[in-house]
């Protein structure tokens, strides 16, 4: 039976062509759309999380109240034993502590006198410990541009385009002008050990990035820190488990009365980052439903045309006897065969485009010129399993019940008039 | 008849009440005889109360007429002989621990010092507020036993930190013992509280300056003047920049 529908279908192309092209087209463009949207957003969670809020982030009170700030003055004082006992309270997860700030770079001349300056944000992470985490945590590494690493204290990274503005190459000392823990005007020394590129422009813009010990002597913060991150291991976000953590620590440290008490947030409780928690979450399902609908009205007006087109097939089979439902099976077995080769082939066609994609990846660097929030500039598609059910579930469905629709029209169809029907 | 006697009684009672204050211009003039000088030269400790924690700092500082001012650090360990040199509207910090003087200017003077209420401004100009504001006395209030005129002040010159002040100023000693400072669209800056007010010379002179920036939290500053002098000779390369690395 099914061979015999096939060969239909080979023979007789205007019953197959256009409900084939229109689903193959479809489902690739699910595909695409559906690994490009999971890329996008899966960059952005995971670069949010390695640079700025962790997979939970912990933080007195005072300082969560005004996190856009960065009130160092509000930061965790005695960090360096919180951090061991949060270490040991949850050995799932890997934490460091950092220190978010801003100031000024000052670059002298050969007499001292200011020959450049220009507004920074700092990152003090671990990087002299011997500790290589934080360091391959924000990509350090890869993202070198010129010179090399800090391999002492008072060297410092800064982001390639600022120090190219500020004309200090690797060697060079320049003057970091901030304000400390106790809100003193500080002035500290670095060495420029090297460049960095992060490919993000609110980072590229004018980052300085030195040792966590260094900013806390320049920033007057002995062990204190604005932030303590946590990462799970597995390096996997999942907000059931981020949450489990937040409630266990908070249940243990958090005091309401006392403002510098610390609280610990997960990822989707910071800066707006929930929705797209969230929305990744029931991407899938709204992408699946939303092709299901627009490919099933397609099909169903596609199926209309064949049904209007094979009018008279339909009335001559029915006048020679055989059954309303065996020819409205016979349609729908049709529709199965399409729809499995043109999933196939869409799927195919699409997942080639979104592995280039996601190899590849595009850079929107331009568009985000004036970026305020911390993305990458280079987003990339990301296939996952559902990427492949994505395109190949809707792909059968839709065909389905595009025929479905159509076909109901045969059972209108009254015998009684087949005849004239044939012979006008 | 009787509604034109009571207006004219009305009149006559209000030009009374108003001949009874001060003139607002001479009472500044009084204030500035007081609290400013062609120079001075004094050591001052700052009390900071944080929102958390409190500290002190320690300085001396060298004033010359409204444009020139010098100061040192003392105290705490890690600021002493950090200095700054301040002319006209510019700044210069020097840090010994950098060997390095940074220009600070424009805006960042009204930036707070070592974290006090105090800005830039603040600490370093002994500006004088007659010839900077028009002053009208509108009352008198009691500040803890002292009788004070309420005096509004409106600046005349458009480059000033305050573009209002209100002012208790003590009836008998001509020192304002309560301040307001306000922005142009009336937004209340700073208040301070003047006490301790002692005789130095032939002036009064508050030791003790309680300053709250309203603009943040903190439970204020406390600006302590340990030793003054006031009309001292100051040696003019003191406001050299020359004068930072020595």
Redo the contacts between chains.
């Keep these: 039976m099914i061979r015999f529908l096939f060969k239909g279908l080979i023979r007789d192309r205007n019953r197959s062509l256009l409900p084939f092209l229109v689903t193959t087209i479809g489902v690739m463009l699910t595909v695409v759309f559906h690994a490009w949207i999971t890329g996008v957003i899966n960059n952005s969670i995971e670069f949010s999380a390695r640079f700025s809020s962790g997979h939970v982030k912990i933080t007195t009170q005072?300082y969560a109240d005004n996190a856009a700030q960065t009130p160092n003055?509000?930061a965790i004082m005695g960090a360096d034993t919180l951090l061991e006992a949060v270490a040991a309270a949850f050995p799932e997860m890997d934490f460091a502590s950092r220190i978010y700030f801003a100031g000024?770079i000052?670059v002298?001349d050969s007499t001292?006198?200011?020959r450049a300056q220009g507004p920074a944000i700092g990152i003090a992470i671990d990087l002299l410990s011997g500790n290589n985490e934080e360091k391959e945590r924000m990509n350090i590494p890869s993202s070198l541009r010129r010179g090399r690493l800090p391999a002492t204290g008072k060297e410092a990274l800064l982001s390639d385009e600022f120090a190219g503005k500020l004309g200090i190459s690797p060697g060079e000392t320049f003057?970091l002008?901030g304000?400390?823990m106790?809100?003193?005007?500080?002035?500290?020394?670095f060495i420029l050990s090297g460049t960095v590129e992060f490919g993000t422009t609110a980072l590229d813009r004018g980052t300085l990035i030195a040792d966590l010990s260094d900013v806390r002597e320049a920033l007057?913060m002995a062990d204190a820190a604005g932030e303590v991150l946590g990462f799970f291991r597995s390096g996997v976000y999942s907000d059931g488990d981020a949450s489990a953590v937040s409630e266990r620590f908070n249940n243990k440290y958090f005091a309401e009365d006392d403002e510098?008490s610390p609280v610990m947030k997960t990822l989707s409780m910071q800066s707006n980052m929930g929705f797209l928690v969230e929305y990744s979450g029931k991407l899938q399902n709204i992408l699946i439903a939303v092709f299901i609908l627009a490919m099933s009205l397609i099909l169903w007006n596609a199926g209309l045309l064949g049904g209007l087109r094979r009018y008279g097939e339909f009335g001559m089979r029915l006048a020679i006897g055989e059954e309303k439902g065996h020819v409205y099976k016979t349609m729908l077995l049709e529709s199965l065969i399409i729809g499995f080769f043109a999933s196939v082939t869409g799927l195919a066609v699409g997942m080639l485009i979104a592995f280039y994609l996601q190899e590849k990846g595009v850079d929107l660097g331009m568009m985000m010129k004036n970026a305020s929030i911390m993305m990458p500039r280079v987003f990339r598609a990301q296939i996952t399993p559902w990427t492949w059910v994505a395109g190949f579930i809707p792909g059968f469905l839709s065909t389905q019940i595009g025929t479905m629709l159509a076909g109901a029209g045969i059972y209108k169809r009254q015998t009684a008039q087949l005849f004239k029907e044939l012979e006008s | 008849m009787k509604k034109l006697i009571t207006i004219l009684l009305l009149i006559c009672s209000l030009m009374t009440v108003s001949a009874q204050y001060p003139d607002g211009k001479q009472l500044l003039d009084r204030i500035d005889r007081n609290m400013s000088s062609e120079n001075r030269i004094f050591t001052s400790s700052m009390i900071i109360y944080g929102r958390r924690t409190t500290h002190t700092v320690k300085m001396k500082t060298w004033t010359a007429g409204e444009k020139k001012s010098f100061t040192e650090y003392l105290f705490p360990a890690r600021e002493q002989g950090t200095k700054m040199l301040k002319l006209e509207d510019q700044l210069w910090i020097f840090s010994p621990s950098t060997d390095r003087i940074i220009q600070i200017a424009g805006h960042m003077l009204r930036q707070s010092v070592m974290g006090s209420d105090l800005s830039y401004e603040d600490l370093m100009e002994d500006n004088r507020l007659q010839g900077q504001y028009d002053a009208m006395v509108t009352g008198t209030e009691v500040i803890d036993g002292n009788q004070c005129w309420v005096v509004e002040l409106k600046a005349v010159v458009p480059e000033i930190a305050y573009q209002g002040m209100k002012l208790w100023v003590d009836q008998e000693k001509n020192i304002p013992l309560r301040e307001e400072m306000y922005a142009k669209s009336g937004t209340l800056l700073k208040r301070t509280e003047l006490s301790d007010v002692q005789r130095i010379g032939n002036r009064w002179y508050p030791r003790k300056i309680l300053f709250r920036d309203m603009l943040r939290d903190g439970k204020g500053t406390e600006f302590l003047i340990e030793d003054i002098e006031f009309n001292v000779p100051i040696p003019e390369y003191i406001f050299s920049k020359a004068s930072l690395k020595k």
């Design positions: 005072a003055d509000l000024l000052d002298p001292g006198e200011t003057t002008v304000t400390s106790l809100g003193e005007l500080t002035m500290y020394n007057n510098f």
